[in-house]
């Protein structure tokens, strides 16, 4: 389908190229041919005058026709000419337009593929869970605590995945008004940093370097969210076994976050695409990490609302280095 759309263009851009290029030609020779007709009942009428060896090229009539067909010859390719650069702006412009619908409509089923997955699997395993506490009355307490952890586990993902979901339409809306307040930067990153530890200690290696105390003015949810979906970010993009290092400090003045991973990196044409939104690197079918397309998108357009940025680089010898930069809060 997506294929024959864009033959279809190619056909209908050619064939009003070929269309108007014709039509300026046939006016041009009609033009000429006008042009060359009254010259001719010119010449016959001043064959008749008295003085019939007056040169006619001579005559005031031959160069006020000459000079009025000149006229409509210029109009005529001055028009052509705007015409085509207006056509070919239009072109160009409808192109593009083609082109990002044709784009959005394949995240958005990538979208949909990756949600999909995103509730069913937390759904799958807490029912499970219950299922088993359910039809298990001899559970020991080390299996029973576990299961109602894995469930709560599964919820919290289910509640970061809602709670993503409406923040990114309130984003896209401008509904969504921060509401500012002084946040410690450093315990709020190492409690999210920590907590992910745990979680994944046996999966990856993950380490910190974070100054204590430091603060700024920002929005607690979105401060929270960013750092959440950095953090996770890294882990689903990093292998087993490897090192992803959390590092906050401060800098001329601003507050520098720092979230490494030593995953498989990111091409220089894929940098320009991460932060829109539904953006993911492969294709839903092939591809093994879970993710909605949201979290870096997120990040970015909460940033804005706090006055920060976030920054993609190369990290050596392998891997991503998202850096993030707020204003540090003046505190006494």
Request: aromatic share 8%; net charge positive.
């Amino acid at each position: 389908m997506r294929k024959g759309l864009v033959v279809l263009f190619y056909v209908m851009v050619l064939y009003m190229f070929i269309s108007f290029s014709w039509w300026t030609i046939l006016l041009l020779e009609k033009n000429n041919d006008s042009l060359a007709l009254e010259l001719n009942v010119l010449q016959l009428q001043n064959a008749m005058q008295p003085v019939p060896e007056i040169k006619l090229i001579a005559t005031a009539e031959y160069k006020t026709i000459e000079k009025g067909y000149a006229k409509q010859r210029k109009m005529i390719l001055s028009e052509a000419i705007v015409m085509m650069i207006l056509l070919m702006a239009g072109t160009f412009q409808l192109y593009r337009t083609l082109t990002k619908e044709m784009e959005l409509n394949r995240r958005q089923k990538n979208f949909l593929l990756s949600i999909t997955h995103e509730l069913k699997s937390p759904l799958s395993s807490t029912k499970l869970s219950l299922q088993t506490l359910m039809k298990r009355n001899k559970l020991d307490d080390e299996n029973y605590f576990k299961l109602l952890t894995n469930s709560l586990d599964d919820i919290d993902r289910l509640k970061i995945l809602v709670d993503n979901l409406l923040l990114s339409a309130r984003i896209e809306d401008h509904s969504y008004q921060p509401s500012i307040e002084l946040c410690n930067f450093s315990a709020m990153t190492e409690e999210i940093f920590n907590k992910s530890k745990m979680v994944y200690a046996s999966r990856k290696i993950m380490t910190q370097s974070i100054i204590p105390d430091l603060y700024v003015y920002a929005d607690t949810l979105a401060l929270q969210t960013i750092i959440n979906n950095l953090i996770d970010n890294a882990i689903k993009y990093t292998p087993e076994k490897a090192l992803i290092h959390c590092q906050l400090y401060e800098k001329s003045g601003d507050l520098m976050l720092a979230i490494a991973d030593n995953g498989f990196g990111i091409s220089d044409t894929e940098k320009q695409k991460i932060f829109s939104k539904f953006y993911r690197v492969g294709n839903e079918d092939t591809r093994s990490t879970t993710g909605t397309g949201l979290g870096l998108y997120m990040v970015k357009e909460l940033l804005k609302l706090l006055n920060g940025k976030v920054e993609v680089k190369n990290n050596l010898p392998a891997g991503t280095v998202f850096e993030i930069t707020l204003p540090k809060a003046q505190t006494s």
